[in-house]
């Protein structure tokens, strides 16, 4: 039963490979989300998608690219992977409310990428 | 750009006792939001508070927002060993684009 859920938990590869990490989430939410925490815990908004369509892409190299076959799912594909690529990526949703309100995001485990 | 700075980055004290943390930001907010992330886990949201409210509680949590010093304060009291996290506000401009801003954090550690 869970809520939103990442695959791998842990990540380890060399210089130049290509890797993805899935996130799926049960809890019928129309937003997801990729974030980027660093070294120093630092949480970074990479992108966010509604319905399968992007929404925020924040001056993320273009190496990074999400895709949502259907809204309950948003990968992240990474294309040769770079030292400064290691971190932990976090997956999150959250549901639509009227317009101008915000809702609680509710994150995933997280996935420890380390680039060797 | 980075929205919220909290204040300490660390904390500890002693089981029982009460933790302060504060939070400030730049810019005119829509809600603000604390997070806890306890180590090597995902960020679990604690509560949210509108820029229209001032104080908003949650069991042992106390949140307060001041938005004419652009600044937050997460309030828990009679700590536990086990609100031993790092502890995150975020924030949701006004008028901005609609995404999240996370603050560096705040560490907690509360001793047996």
């Known amino acids: 039963d869970t809520a939103v859920s990442q695959t791998p938990k842990y990540l380890v590869t060399q210089m130049g490979n290509d890797k993805s990490i899935k996130c799926e989430q049960n809890?019928?939410?129309?937003?997801m989300y990729w974030y980027k925490q660093d070294s120093k815990k630092f949480l970074k908004i990479m992108f966010s998608y509604n319905n399968k369509e992007l929404i925020i892409n924040e001056t993320v190299p273009n190496r990074f690219s999400p895709k949502s076959p259907d809204k309950a799912h948003l990968n992240l594909h990474i294309n040769s992977l770079e030292l400064g690529d290691s971190a932990v990526y976090f997956c999150a949703s959250s549901q639509d409310l009227p317009s101008g309100t915000w809702d609680e995001q509710f994150f995933g485990p997280g996935t420890r990428l380390t680039v060797l | 750009s980075q929205q919220g700075e909290e204040d300490p980055q660390a904390l500890s004290i002693q089981e029982g006792e009460n933790a302060t943390m504060n939070c400030s930001y730049k810019t005119s907010i829509n809600n603000l939001q604390w997070y806890r992330q306890n180590s090597g886990r995902g960020l679990v949201h604690l509560i949210l508070i509108r820029s229209n409210e001032r104080e908003k509680h949650s069991g042992r949590l106390r949140v307060t927002l001041d938005t004419s010093k652009k600044s937050s304060s997460l309030l828990i009291t009679a700590s536990r060993a086990a609100d031993t996290a790092s502890y995150f506000c975020?924030?949701?401009?006004?008028?901005?684009?609609?995404?999240?801003?996370f603050g560096k954090g705040t560490k907690l550690t509360v001793n047996p």
């Open positions: 809890l019928g939410h129309d937003t």
């Open positions: 975020a924030t949701i401009t006004q008028g901005g684009s609609e995404k999240l801003v």
